[in-house]
């Protein structure tokens, strides 16, 4: 099976940066597909960002796209989420995600493992 565990978040202004790191374990960690989602209070969890295990099939929400980035190392098994251009909405718990599926990804449905979650908090 696949664990994992966020680590990152924090507080940050408005225009600034920060990397969220996702450590995964298992054996079958680099045949799956991972991805960043993020609930706000009274909202529904959203899709963030999603990478295969190969790397070669990148997707963002239009919300971010243009200023976050999402990335693997597979020998460290590790995802990243590098956010610039920090917004206020992007204020939420941020959640990394695993699934053997490679399309489709934007859905939490198709999600087999979640990490517990980082705060991520962008003051204006």
């Known amino acids: 099976q696949v664990q994992l565990v966020e680590s990152g978040g924090g507080l940050v202004q408005a225009g600034g940066s920060l990397r969220l790191s996702c450590a995964a374990s298992?054996?079958?960690?680099?045949?799956?597909?991972l991805s960043w989602f993020r609930q706000a209070p009274g909202k529904e969890r959203e899709f963030v960002a999603a990478?295969?295990?190969?790397?070669?099939?990148?997707s963002y929400a239009d919300s971010v796209k243009g200023r976050f980035t999402i990335s693997r190392d597979n020998a460290k098994n590790t995802v990243y989420l590098q956010m610039n251009s920090l917004k206020p909405e992007d204020t939420a718990v941020y959640y990394c995600a695993a699934t053997p599926y490679q399309s489709g990804l934007t859905t939490h449905l198709l999600y087999h493992y979640w990490g517990p979650g980082t705060q991520v908090t962008v003051s204006s």
């Open positions: 990478i295969t295990w190969s790397g070669g099939s990148i």
């Open positions: 298992g054996r079958t960690f680099s045949s799956y597909t």
